[in-house]
């Protein structure tokens, strides 16, 4: 049997788009034309996209890092580098997307609900302008172009919920496997031992007319599940988006009433709204029971459970489905059940992609080789398309610098003349009386 994953962490990347180009026309009779340095491409986006295609998230077990291409650098003659292509990871339906955030906690960013449903995860840098787009009419030899921006680089958790209109629960071993193949066309994997379902099992019951909705066989809880005992823990995230329950009981039961209350704790400590929704009780393995049995059952639940709905069935003979099917069309055309609530997801992203963190630099002291390391993917990408021996490339180096606020940040770390600075794998002089400061 296939293991059911539903909750796994991945990280993510987009490309860096590519850098500009410094480059000149070369034509006949022309030897110094001007600048034609054409821009880099666009790096790759990370896209996440629903499908029907899969129901776990087993894919993602031995694979955590995926990346985007980074778009190609520009070339002479004002070509644009080529842009690459978006990555599209795929994910079921239900998945809820988490992000990790600066205090170490995931924050929810997008629910995929819906098929084909795709979210913008990770946005690629734009390529970086060639050298052609800085002539003026005082500087028609410009030797500086830009580099393509940072890419952008997230922690997920990815949960999957699955999406049901109505969930089965009950104790393990109770007929939750038997009944959801018989009102649906499901055909999970059943034996008579507890614990037989390990994964969620979800079937398509037709209702009267032409309407039909979802049913999930939630794997049975037990005592303790709410606290991480047996398989309950696992799953009980799946019954928050069903719209409302089949409490399933086992006929043979010496004690229906504690078996019940014995799920009914274990969801009202995973999250009290569950108890909110509407829900039919379903006594199984009625052709086991005699008809003082149903009459003691029926008078007990109605004097603990006065408005409960209690249905009794024989899921292995068919015995009441006809009247359990009966009961959850009524339940359907009183709730609208096919109309699956959205999850709501308070945000404060106004937006479906986010401001990158990797642009920023950091600045620290190396005390035993007294340097200055500065360290940052726009900071290292500037100095990257610097030409140095270039008067106009290392102004506008350090105009960019200045644009950043890197220089102010060193003097405020106490810097002084003749200290090195090392930016990549470039050394520089800091000098108090240099226009540029780094020489």
């Known amino acids: 049997m296939e293991k059911f994953i539903d ?32 821009d880099g491409g666009r790096g790759g986006s990370v896209y996440l996209k629903a499908t029907n295609n899969i129901n776990t998230l087993i894919d993602f077990r031995f694979k955590h890092y995926f990346k985007a291409d980074n778009g190609n650098n520009g070339e002479s003659s004002r070509r644009t580098g080529a842009s690459a292509k978006d990555l599209i990871i795929l994910v079921p339906i239900g998945t809820l997307v988490k992000r990790l955030e600066e205090n170490g906690e995931y924050k929810i960013i997008a629910d995929l609900k819906d098929p ?29 172009c830009e580099p393509g921006e940072a890419a952008e680089k997230y922690k997920l958790q990815l949960e999957l ?19 959801i193949s018989r009102l649906s066309a499901c055909k999970p994997k059943i034996a008579d031992y507890p614990f037989t379902t390990l994964v969620p099992n979800l079937g398509m019951m037709k209702l009267y007319g032409t309407k039909s909705l979802i049913i999930a066989d939630i794997p049975g809880l037990i005592e303790g599940a709410a606290d991480g005992a047996g398989l309950g823990l696992t799953f009980l995230r799946h019954i928050e988006r069903t719209n409302a329950l089949i409490h399933l009981l086992d006929g043979m039961s010496e004690d229906f009433w504690q078996n019940y209350l014995i799920v009914q704790k274990e969801l009202e400590a995973y999250n009290t709204e569950i108890l909110e929704k509407r829900e039919i009780i379903v006594i199984n393995k009625i052709d086991l029971l005699d008809e003082d049995d149903i009459e003691r059952i029926k008078t007990e639940f109605k004097i603990k459970l006065p408005n409960a709905i ?45 401001k990158s963190k990797t642009s920023d630099f950091k600045i620290e002291f190396d005390e035993e080789r007294k340097v200055f390391i500065v360290e940052g993917i726009a900071v290292e990408g500037l100095m990257r398309v610097t030409n ?32 090195t600075v090392l930016v990549g794998n470039r050394e520089m002089i800091w000098s108090d009386h240099a226009d540029n400061k780094l020489i």
Not at 116 to 144: C, D, V, Y
Not at 162 to 179: D, E, W
Not at 407 to 416: A, M, Q, R, S, V
């Open 7 to 38: 909750l796994v962490e991945i990280e993510v990347e987009s490309g860096r788009g590519g850098d500009g180009k410094i480059a000149w026309r070369r034509e006949k009779y022309e030897p110094m034309g001007g600048p034609a340095g054409g």
């Open 116 to 144: 084909e449903q795709t979210f913008l995860i990770a946005k690629g840098g734009k390529g970086g302008r060639g050298n052609q787009h800085f002539a003026t009419a005082s500087r028609q030899a410009p030797h500086f």
């Open 161 to 179: 919920k699955l999406i049901a209109h109505i969930g089965i629960i009950g104790l393990p071993n109770a007929g939750k496997s038997t009944l």
């Open 310 to 354: 209690l249905v009794f069935i024989s899921a292995v003979s068919g015995k009441g489905l006809e009247e359990l099917k009966k009961t959850i069309n009524t339940l359907d055309e009183e709730l609208n059940l096919t109309e699956t609530k959205a999850l709501e997801i308070e945000s404060e992203l106004k937006a479906k992609t986010f």
């Open 388 to 419: 140095f021996s270039s008067f106009d490339s290392v102004n506008h180096l350090f105009y960019q610098l200045k644009k950043i606020n890197l220089l102010d940040e060193l003097k405020n770390c106490g810097i002084k003349t003749g200290d």
